[in-house]
Nanobody
Framework: QVQLVESGGGLVQAGGSLRLSCAAS????????MGWFRQAPGKEGEFVAA????????YYEDSVKGRFTISRDNVKNTVYLQMNSLRPEDTDMYYC??????????????????WGQGTQVTVSS
């Protein structure tokens, strides 16, 4: 089992930037794809971005393409989400998660497990 701890959320004005971090411990981090998701109260989780185990493949939800960048450091066991040109509609709780299976990458929420506790991102207009 992997433990995940997110950080880096906060309050920012529209057009601003934040960098989220997700520190992992437990199982072999470098063999699992990682993802970022967001969820508002009472709503289902929404895919934001994913990165393959080695970092060579990245995937983004359409509304964040060109604004967000996912990356990982397999030495530090950390995955990042650089968020630029933030919009009020990006306001949400953001979670990182590890894929259920090693050496596989998908973008379905149900394919990810070992969720962190989340970090709140609030973008003011």
């Amino acid at each position: 089992q992997v433990q995940l701890v997110e950080s880096g959320g906060g309050l920012v004005q529209a057009g601003g930037s934040l960098r989220l971090s997700c520190a992992a411990s437990g199982r072999t981090f470098s063999t699992y794809a990682m993802g970022w998701f967001r969820q508002a109260p009472g709503k289902e989780g929404e895919f934001v971005a994913a990165i393959s185990w080695g970092g060579g493949m990245t995937y983004y939800e359409d509304s964040v393409k060109g604004r967000f960048t996912i990356s990982r450091d397999n030495v530090k066991n950390t995955v990042y989400l650089q968020m630029n040109s933030l919009r009020p509609e990006d306001t949400d709780m953001y979670y990182c998660a590890a894929h259920r299976h090693p050496l596989r990458v998908t973008t379905r929420v149900g394919d990810f497990a070992s969720w962190g506790q989340g970090t709140q991102v609030t973008v003011s207009s």
